[in-house]
């Protein structure tokens, strides 16, 4: 499991930087904007699988929360 969200982490921060190469590249504006929106929205599509994948974990219970208990 800390695999599959390692991998995931880094798919998402690799979409982060590539929407940042496009915006920042010297170029036709044209060819910059949907590269850059497509790299957006797979990092949007990465971080809600991601979330989901851990929801479900958790509803399966695979995954425990931890932290301080809700109730003394």
């Known amino acids: ?3 599959v969200i390692l991998i995931a982490f880094v798919a ?3 979409a982060l930087g590539a929407a940042g190469f ?6 036709n ?3 910059r904007g949907p590269n850059m929106a497509r790299a957006l929205a797979v ?3 990465v971080s809600v ?3 989901l994948i851990i ?3 958790w509803w399966m219970g695979w ?3 931890t932290g301080l208990p809700v109730q003394r």
């Open 43 to 45: 990092r949007v599509g």
């Open 49 to 51: 699988a991601l979330f």
């Open 12 to 14: 998402i921060l690799g």
């Open 1 to 3: 499991m800390k695999f």
């Open 55 to 57: 929801l479900f974990c």
């Open 29 to 31: 504006a044209s060819k």
């Open 22 to 27: 496009f915006m920042l590249r010297n170029g």
């Open 63 to 65: 995954i425990q929360p």
